[in-house]
């Protein structure tokens, strides 16, 4: 069906594609994992819930770096000084999670929303489908 084409390869595309290096990140203490003074790299599923947490945390359109992507959520417009309904705010959130969480190519669904709302910010749980780890909840605390 499809002409041959001299030194022309076939790649398989159903593997799971590989997105870099990433290496573990404690969010709570703000610094990298370190195992005998040097960084802790991780991958699969280690690897995305470092990835979701950092693209969440990572307000859209703040760092010059990411101006020529769409990394990133915008989530302190819905959780700052606000005067939505939280019907609006959680509806809201659940999209913009979702919307920035299947930019990797590795995350194939995000279901099954969990937010509660505590004294000291937001807690949000989700179901997240990879290609390669199945499907796992995943909590970020803002």
């Given amino acids: 069906m499809f002409p041959e084409i001299q030194g022309l390869s076939v790649v ?5 594609p590989v997105v870099g290096k990433s290496f573990l990140f404690d969010f709570v203490s703000g610094d990298f994992a370190l195992r005998n003074g040097s960084l802790v790299e991780c991958d699969g599923l280690d690897a995305i819930k470092v990835w979701i947490e950092k693209i969440l945390r990572t307000e859209k359109g703040r760092f010059k770096i990411y101006d020529v992507t769409e990394y990133g959520c915008r989530l302190e417009d819905l959780l700052i000084g606000n005067n939505y309904s939280a019907a609006f705010i959680e509806a809201e959130l659940k999209r913009e999670i979702e919307d920035a969480l299947l930019q990797n190519p590795n995350i194939s ?34």
């Avoid at 509660?116 to 995943?138: C, H, K, L, P, Q």
């Fill in 12 to 16: 398989n595309t159903s593997e799971v």
């Fill in 109 to 142: 669904a995000v279901s099954n929303f969990s937010i509660e709302r505590t004294a000291s910010g937001i807690i949000v749980s989700m179901e997240v489908e990879t290609n390669d780890a199945g499907t796992n909840t995943v909590t970020v605390t803002f």
